[in-house]
T-cell receptor, first 111, second 113 residues
Framework: GENVEQHPSTLSVQEGDSAVIKCTYS??????FPWYKQELGKRPQLIID?????GEKKDQRIAVTLNKTAKHFSLHITETQPEDSAVYFC??????????FGRGTSLIVHP | GAGVSQSPSNKVTEKGKDVELRCDPI?????LYWYRQSLGQGLEFLIY????????KSGLPSDRFSAERTGGSVSTLTIQRTQQEDSAVYLC???FGRGETQYFGPGTRLLVL
């Protein structure tokens, strides 16, 4: 089955800096890669996703890149703000339509 | 429109009792997923329903866990003879179809004493 590794487990940045979270996956059949943000005590919410026919996608301060050859994808947050502080999860899914999630990255943005 | 809802939001039970957790997906969504999230951990897949197809139960941790989905809408996750290690947040998610964006419910926080 699919295996998703996510790094780092914690990330501390100063407000205004950029943050990058990386995930690798094992199943070359995976073709959908969503990213979720989960604030403390809240439900995970989709912030951006990418499909395997695209190498990069951007939405304001958030971007995701995908390297299918290397089987890794990354979340980039620019100009971080304190409200970006949360746990971020990557996921990969393919033929089974059941996403495999990474273990999460706790992002702390210091004002 | 209404999002995914779950009930109860919190459940405290004694070891050995059975519990039922409910999920109301977004109307029209054919896919429904159950996950378990332990404190500070990722999302552990439990079971997946897609339309009228047989559910994928490959993530259920033991035969104490079961789930059903009636009429292609509401789903109930049942845990029999609860154990302390069952304590976690149980999240439900639905999507319009296979491989589409998942929308999560607020979760049920289960505590087994």
């Amino acid at each position: 089955g699919e295996n998703v590794e996510q790094h780092p487990s914690t990330l501390s940045v100063q407000e205004g800096d950029s943050a990058v979270i990386k995930c690798t996956y094992s199943d070359s059949a995976s073709n959908y890669f969503p990213w979720y943000k989960q604030e403390l005590g809240k439900r995970p919410q989709l912030i951006i996703d990418i499909r395997s026919n695209v190498g990069e996608k951007k939405d304001q301060r958030i971007a995701v890149t995908l390297n299918k050859t290397a089987k890794h994808f990354s979340l980039h947050i620019t100009e971080t703000q304190p409200e970006d502080s949360a746990v971020y999860f990557c996921a990969a899914s393919g033929g089974s339509y059941i996403p495999t999630f990474g273990r999460g990255t706790s992002l702390i943005v210091h004002p | 429109g209404a999002g995914v809802s779950q009930s109860p939001s919190n459940k405290v039970t004694e070891k050995g009792k059975d519990v039922e957790l409910r999920c109301d997906p977004i109307s029209g969504h054919t896919a429904l997923y159950w996950y378990r999230q332990s404190l500070g951990q990722g999302l552990e897949f439990l079971i997946y329903f897609q339309g009228n197809s047989a559910p994928d139960k490959s993530g259920l941790p033991s035969d104490r866990f079961s789930a059903e989905r009636t009429g292609g809408s509401v789903s109930t996750l049942t845990i029999q003879r609860t154990q302390q290690e069952d304590s976690a947040v149980y999240l439900c998610a639905s999507s319009f179809g296979r491989g589409e964006t998942q929308y999560f419910g607020p979760g049920t926080r289960l505590l087994v004493l």
